[in-house]
């Protein structure tokens, strides 16, 4: 994140792109600062490209997996304005631990450091060697065989508790089911999904 500052928006920005060797549409800003006088006119910008965002979560990544003791490998990409981050370490079931616990508490600190540093809510989503891509898939195929049994019976099912990114899976795959409906239920880690039969 880098400020610059010019008497007019359009100047900052001028000034923001020239420094980064971007052009305009590349670049993300907001303005902090802006003076309309008679005499003296001032507009300030803080900006960022993705680019910078990117090397933000690796070099961030890189020194809590490090401090650790882990050597690792990344792969950064942006798809549907969320950032993904696939690691690859010399201990991936550690960092994973039970049910994924550590993942997503790994995640939450990545994602808060970054939304904190770009004072911007950035969506994140780190997965471990496959992990959280294996696991949707098994919580998919989960929801279509409770599905199909509620279309079958008629009688709602209700799941085991599940974090929030598996329930998010669950409702969409519900979503495109006939005569089916889905709820969450619960606080915090107890908070868990029924499947209702809807005519």
């Given amino acids: 994140m880098k400020t610059f500052e010019a008497k007019t928006l359009d100047d ?13 549409e590349l670049l993300i800003y907001n303005v ?10 001032k507009v300030v910008i803080e900006c960022y490209t993705e680019s910078m965002v990117e090397e933000y979560i690796e070099n961030y990544i890189r020194t ?13 990409f942006k ?17 994973i ?28 989503s780190l997965d471990i060697n496959g992990y959280k891509e294996n696991r949707y898939k098994k919580v998919t195929s ?4 409770f599905g199909k049994q ?3 019976t008629h009688v709602d099912v209700a799941l085991d508790p599940l974090p929030a990114d598996e329930r998010k899976v669950i409702h969409q795959t519900i ?25």
């Fill in 64 to 76: 809590i997996l490090t401090d650790m003791g882990f050597t690792c490998e990344m792969a950064i």
């Fill in 32 to 41: 902090v600062e802006e003076k309309k006088g008679l005499f003296n006119k």
């Fill in 12 to 24: 900052a920005i001028a000034k923001a792109c020239d420094d980064f060797g971007i052009t305009e």
């Fill in 175 to 199: 979503a495109e089911m006939d005569h089916l409906s889905t709820e969450s239920q619960g606080e915090g880690r107890n908070r868990f999904i029924t499947i209702h039969y809807e005519d």
């Fill in 142 to 145: 989960l929801a279509k065989h």
């Fill in 79 to 95: 798809q549907d304005e969320r950032i993904y981050v696939n690691i690859d370490t010399d201990n991936n079931a550690i960092l």
């Fill in 97 to 124: 631990g039970k049910n994924g616990v550590i993942l997503r508490t790994l995640n939450f600190i990545v994602k808060n450091a970054v939304s904190t540093e770009f004072k911007e809510r950035i969506e994140l």
């Fill in 150 to 152: 509620v279309q079958r």
